[in-house]
C-alpha cells in the first residue's frame, strides 16, 4: 500500500510518498481501508517535532480516518470486516490503510459520505467536549469563537448554535466570517481590522462573554479574557498563532470576573476517559443526522498532494477542513 511518510523531521516540505508493508490487525486492534483523512493543525506540528507526541521516524502523519474495515484483531466484537468507520489515531492516516485501536472507530451513520465522516472525529470531538464537558455551556449564553472559520473553530460555531448558545465568530477575513455566519453565528468580528475588546464590548452592551474559546492564542488571548463575563469560562485550545510565545494571564483577571480558565485536550480525555467520549459521539452523531451538525469542506487533496494540503493549512487559508482522498 502507499503511505504519505515523513522520514525526516522539521519541514513538511521533507514528506514522500512510498510503497509500505501492508498492515496486520493486533489483539484489540483494527485495520482500515482509508477512502478520507481529515487533516488537522496539529498533523504539521507533529512534522516539524513540535507536538506534544513525537513518533519514531519514518511514519505517516494524519490522526483522523473514515473508511472500510479490512481486518479485525483478537478481542474486538462491536466490528466486523466491511463495516464503514470512522475514528482517530495519534498519526499514520495519510495512507491507504491504517491501523488503529478499534474502540477509537464508530460506525458512518447512514447519509453521511466518507469525505464528511473523516472531518469530524478530532475538530468536533475536541469541540463538543470544550462546550459541554469543561465549559457546561448553556443555552441562551453568549459563547465567543476565536479562528472561528479553522477546523476547530468552526465546529465551535456549529455546535455552540445547535446547543441553542448566541454565538460571535471572529476571524481575519470577510470570506472566512461569512462562512460563520452561513454557520448561525449572529454576530461577527474582524479581529485582523476591529478592536477585539472594543467590539465585544459593543456587541455585548458591556456585559462580556460567557464562555471564550481560543484555538489562537498569540496577541487575542488576554484581550477576549478581559471581556470575559461574570461567571464566564475561558477554554484553553490551542495556539495556532505562535506555538514558541504561550500568552500569559496576569492572575487578578480571573479573580475579578470571578471567572475560570478551563484547559482542554481531547486527545488525553479520549484515553482517559473514552465511555464518555463514545457518549460525546454517540449525542453527536445525532445531531448530524438531524441536520442540526454539518461539517465544512474546503477542499479535497490526493495523497500525492499532501505538502499542499498542510500548506495550505500552515499559510492560514483553509476555512473548515481539508481532506486527503487516497
Ligand atoms: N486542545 C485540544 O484538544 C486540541 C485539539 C485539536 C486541535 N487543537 C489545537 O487547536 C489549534 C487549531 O487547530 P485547527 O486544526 O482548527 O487549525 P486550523 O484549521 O488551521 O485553524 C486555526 C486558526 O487559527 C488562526 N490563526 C491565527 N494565526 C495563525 C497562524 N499564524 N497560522 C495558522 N493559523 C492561524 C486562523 O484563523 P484566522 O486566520 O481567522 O485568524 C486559523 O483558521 C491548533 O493549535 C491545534 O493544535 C487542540
Known amino acids: 500500500m502507499r503511505a504519505v511518510l515523513c522520514k525526516e523531521v522539521g519541514s513538511i516540505q521533507n514528506l514522500v510518498v512510498e510503497e509500505v508493508a501492508d498492515l496486520q490487525a493486533a489483539k484489540g486492534k483494527v485495520v482500515i481501508t482509508v477512502k478520507a483523512c481529515g487533516v488537522n493543525f496539529p498533523d504539521i506540528l507533529v512534522c516539524e517535532g513540535k507536538y506534544q507526541f513525537k513518533p ?43 491501523v488503529g485501536d478499534a474502540n477509537m472507530f464508530f460506525p458512518i ?40 472559520a479553522g477546523g ?23 470570506d472566512k466570517l461569512a462562512v460563520c455566519q452561513a454557520f448561525g453565528a449572529s454576530e461577527v468580528i474582524n479581529y485582523a481590522q476591529d478592536d477585539l475588546k472594543d467590539r465585544i464590548k459593543e456587541i455585548t452592551q458591556g456585559r462580556g462573554v460567557d464562555v471564550i474559546y481560543d484555538p489562537v492564542g498569540g496577541v487575542y488571548s488576554e484581550p477576549a479574557f478581559r471581556s470575559i463575563a461574570w461567571n464566564g469560562r475561558f477554554l484553553v485550545v490551542g495556539f495556532a498563532s505562535d506555538g514558541n510565545n504561550i500568552p500569559k494571564l496576569p492572575l487578578n483577571l ?36 438531524t441536520g442540526k451538525l454539518k461539517a465544512h469542506i474546503h477542499a479535497t487533496y490526493p495523497l500525492e498532494r499532501a505538502v499542499e494540503a498542510l500548506q495550505e493549512m500552515a499559510e492560514r487559508r483553509v476555512i473548515g477542513k481539508v481532506v486527503l482522498v487516497p
Open 56 to 98: 519514531p521516524v519514518p511514519f505517516s502523519p494524519g490522526g483522523e480516518v473514515a473508511g472500510i474495515v479490512k481486518a479485525v484483531g483478537e478481542g474486538v466484537n462491536h466490528l466486523k470486516v466491511g463495516d464503514r468507520v470512522f475514528g482517530g489515531l495519534m498519526f499514520g492516516g495519510f495512507a491507504e490503510e491504517v
Open 254 to 289: 480571573p479573580l475579578l470576573k470571578g471567572a475560570a480558565v478551563v484547559g482542554v485536550f481531547w486527545g488525553s480525555f479520549t484515553m482517559r476517559e473514552p465511555k464518555k467520549n463514545m457518549q460525546n459521539f454517540m449525542a453527536m452523531m445525532q445531531m448530524f443526522q
Open 152 to 174: 476547530v473553530g468552526l465546529a465551535a460555531v456549529d455546535i455552540g448554535v445547535a446547543l441553542g448558545a448566541k454565538v460571535i465568530a471572529a476571524a481575519s477575513t470577510a
Open 109 to 148: 451513520p447512514e447519509g453521511m459520505d466518507f469525505v464528511q465522516a473523516s472531518a469530524i472525529m478530532m475538530t468536533y470531538g475536541t469541540s463538543y467536549h470544550a462546550l459541554v464537558d469543561r465549559a457546561n455551556l448553556q443555552a441562551g449564553e453568549t459563547l465567543l469563537v476565536l479562528g472561528a
